[in-house]
């Protein structure tokens, strides 16, 4: 009997090339406004990508830019995409205090939640910074009415991750006892260790092939859910270039240039939804989504 299909969660984290964390020492926050903004053009475009594959997905968007283009918000909303939340300022959780946190998210979320009409059910934090250090960011996500967080890659990592944290869409007990559904990244186990897929970097570093055999393993072996992540501005090859290290400029640019090629390759390959319909559909969250 051939196994049921699996539906992927497909996400993109809506900011500008320079809210990276990568130019976080190089731009300052007061400077992004005079900086070029790119981020609506290059999410137009991916926004046509998905409309010709007849896909949907997740766009966690920074509430700096729905506050300035709040017309991109009820465009993707308008689109049959999920608008979710990606903080209010691109500050990394562990540089917060939790009132400050709460306030970022709360802009954010009543910034996107003005622009649609809808509620805002998910969040992903800036650079994956909900880790071991930061899991009381969980309680004010709850205090602020989410319904689901996509912040915890279970790897080893310089800047983020929790090693043992779980691989799969799960419900989550937070420090103060109560409960919020968890999407984390996606990985792969390997010889004893768990290795990151399907997004950014790796998403860009890897051979399209090793992306498509990590899904499939993931859909057929283990019967769970992917979850995809990218940012518009890494379809981006001629945005700015900054002046940073070139270790940071690797991580930030390495193989750009092939990331559109490798989008269309895998919507033609497997079926994507909104995070929020991927994980009703596994139980976590009510069907009533949209």
């Given at each position: 009997m051939e196994p049921v299909?699996?539906?992927?969660?497909?996400?993109?984290?809506?900011?500008?090339?320079?809210?990276?964390e990568v130019f976080a020492g190089v731009?300052?926050?007061?400077?992004?406004?005079?900086?070029?903004?790119?981020?609506?053009?290059?999410?137009?475009?991916?926004?046509?990508?998905?409309d010709y594959a007849g896909a949907r997905a997740t766009f966690f968007v920074l509430g700096w830019v729905a506050d300035?283009?709040?017309g991109l918000v009820q465009e993707i909303d308008a689109r049959g995409h999920e608008v979710a939340c990606h903080g209010y300022a691109h500050r990394m959780i562990h540089r917060l205090r939790p009132a400050e946190f709460l306030e970022d998210v709360s802009r954010a979320k009543g910034a996107l939640e003005d622009a649609t009409g809808r509620a805002v059910l998910?969040?992903?934090a800036p650079t994956?910074?909900?880790?071991?250090?930061?899991?009381?960011?969980?309680?004010?996500?709850?205090?602020?009415?989410?319904?689901y967080d996509s912040s915890i890659y279970p790897i080893v990592h310089d800047r983020y991750g929790i090693p043992d944290a779980p691989r799969?869409?799960?419900?989550?007990?937070?420090?103060?006892?109560?409960?919020?559904?968890?999407?984390?990244?996606?990985?792969?186990?390997l010889m004893g260790w768990r290795l990151p897929v399907a997004g950014g970097g790796y998403f860009r570093l890897a051979p399209y092939a090793?992306?498509?055999?990590?899904?499939?393993?993931?859909?057929?072996?283990?019967?769970?859910?992917?979850i995809v992540y990218l940012h518009p501005w890494e379809m981006d090859p001629v945005q700015p270039r900054l002046p940073v290290s070139p270790l940071a400029r690797l991580r930030h640019s390495v193989s750009i240039e092939n990331t559109e090629d490798k989008l269309r390759r895998m919507l033609a390959e497997f079926d994507f939804a909104p995070a929020a319909e991927?994980?009703?559909?596994?139980?976590?969250?009510?069907?009533?989504?949209?």
């Open positions: 299909p699996v539906r992927n969660a497909l996400t993109f984290d809506v900011e500008e090339y320079f809210h990276a731009v300052r926050p007061e400077e992004w406004p005079t900086m070029e903004s790119r981020v609506v053009a290059v999410t137009e475009r991916l926004l046509d990508i998905l300035r283009h709040r998910g969040y992903r994956f910074s909900v880790t071991r250090d930061t899991l009381w960011s969980l309680d004010v996500l709850c205090e602020a009415g989410f319904r799969f869409p799960h419900r989550s007990r937070t420090p103060s006892g109560a409960e919020i559904t968890e999407f984390p990244m996606s990985t792969v186990e090793v992306t498509r055999a990590a899904i499939r393993r993931l859909n057929r072996r283990e019967g769970q859910p992917a991927v994980l009703a559909e596994v139980g976590l969250l009510p069907s009533e989504t949209r």
